[in-house]
């Protein structure tokens, strides 16, 4: 269904922007295209803003197949050298990730991947299409010790320095720490390890055991494993709703899953995110699907999702933000307060408010070490820290 409520008052490339970023452009938007193309295009805006998106390989794809005779030579270069060095990196990390799965399996380790380069392939049907930065691996508990041994092998290390084996052992045993970014020593492969999604920065997650839902694809011929479509699209609203939607590229995410599996019912899919707890995040990330991207979603779930008010500001909001004259990353104060609005239920909020001001993180163990006996202090340091920082802030902006 296309939308029946797009943005207002977008710029000519920002309009051009999205009507390029699906993997395939219809006759409508082919037309719409033209029209822009038109128009007085600032191409450097346009540029820059497909960067900040991700969506490079999109927009040059479709620009070149639909009207490339309406593109200035030196731009039609740049946008060219762009996709080369996107797709480049693609196929390294993707090669780089299926040797990385081979060494797991060989060890007897259960690795999951999802996102980045297997997107890329299952539903972009290119690894070049999609802008990906890192890779995401998803194991379970038990291995994480020796995962990460492997990983070190490897080249890899942790970018969080530990003081010792204890703080470390911590981190890795607790419930609320789920995942640690790992950058190997030539600095080209940033790799995200996860076993599992609970962290400090969720309140829930117990309903989601994400290596209970698996499928197979295959990647560059090789069979693997990854999270199937349905619980995908649970970690990418999860995902798109923690950090406050603001790329169009994990929009476009949601837009193209919704566009090949049309067979799936998308009732019981938001049905069961209300169960879970995590309905606004879900229905919001469709909605945005829907209105910035024309994707396509059962008559019945788009009228439940568009009576509801707070989904419907909440998106607006988001849209606002995706386009702000002065666009900057949002920090992690607004970040966390716009994930506190998308939780729906009272204990969940309360749960995340108390994971944020209590639970210890590595900036405390880094600001004053402690020996492991006395490691039920950090419960303490940790919220007179926020006080402190937050206090001196307060102070200098009324003062």
């Not at 820059?48 to 197949?65: K, V």
């Not at 990196?89 to 999802?114: P, S």
């Not at 999702?305 to 500001?313: A, H, M, R, T």
């Amino acid at each position: 269904m296309k939308s029946t409520t797009p943005p207002k008052g977008l710029r000519p490339e920002e309009d051009l922007l999205l009507c390029c970023s699906r993997t395939s452009v219809d006759s409508e938007s082919a037309e719409k295209i033209r029209v822009l193309l038109e128009k007085e295009i600032n191409w450097s805006y346009l540029i820059d803003t497909a960067l900040r998106h991700g969506l490079i390989p999109l927009l040059y794809r479709n620009l070149i197949t639909t009207h490339l005779d309406a593109i200035p030579n030196g731009v039609l270069e740049k946008l060219r050298k762009y996709f080369l060095i996107n797709a480049s990196r693609n196929i390294y990390l993707t090669e780089e990730l299926i040797k990385l799965l081979h060494l797991f399996e060989k060890h007897g380790i259960t690795a999951i991947t999802y996102r980045g380069p297997t997107m890329a392939a299952s539903i972009y049907g290119d690894i070049t299409l999609r802008q990906f930065y890192d890779l995401d691996i998803l194991i379970q508990n038990k291995d994480v010790s020796s995962t990460k041994e492997l990983l070190v092998s490897q080249g890899y290390h942790p970018i969080l320095n530990f003081n010792n084996a204890a703080e470390e052992a911590v981190y890795f045993g607790s419930p609320y720490k789920r995942s640690l970014h790992f950058v190997r020593e030539d600095g080209k492969t940033p790799l995200d390890l996860h076993w599992g999604i609970e962290s400090r920065y969720l309140s829930f997650g117990k309903g989601l055991d994400l290596l209970e839902h698996l499928e197979q694809i295959f990647l560059n011929g090789q069979a693997i494993k990854t999270i199937n479509t349905e619980y995908l699209i649970y970690l990418l609203c999860i995902h798109g709703a923690q950090h406050r939607w603001m790329q169009i590229n994990w929009i476009c995410d949601i837009a193209e899953l919704m566009k090949h599996r049309r067979d799936m019912d998308w009732e019981e899919i938001i049905h069961r995110a209300h169960a879970l707890g995590i309905y606004r995040m879900v229905s919001c990330g469709f909605l945005l699907a829907v209105w910035l991207l024309d994707a396509g979603l059962q008559e019945k779930v788009l009228q439940r999702i568009k009576v509801d008010p707070w989904v419907q500001s909440m998106t607006h909001q988001v849209i606002r933000k995706l386009f702000d004259s002065k666009p900057e990353r949002p920090g992690r104060f607004e970040r966390q307060m716009f994930y506190l609005k998308m939780i729906e239920r009272i204990e969940d909020k309360a749960r995340y408010c108390f994971n944020l001001v209590m639970l210890p993180t590595h900036a405390e163990w880094s600001t004053i070490p402690l020996p492991k006996p006395l490691y039920s202090l950090y419960y303490v340091v940790r919220p007179a820290r926020l006080a402190g920082k937050y206090t001196q802030k307060l102070f200098k902006y009324f003062y």
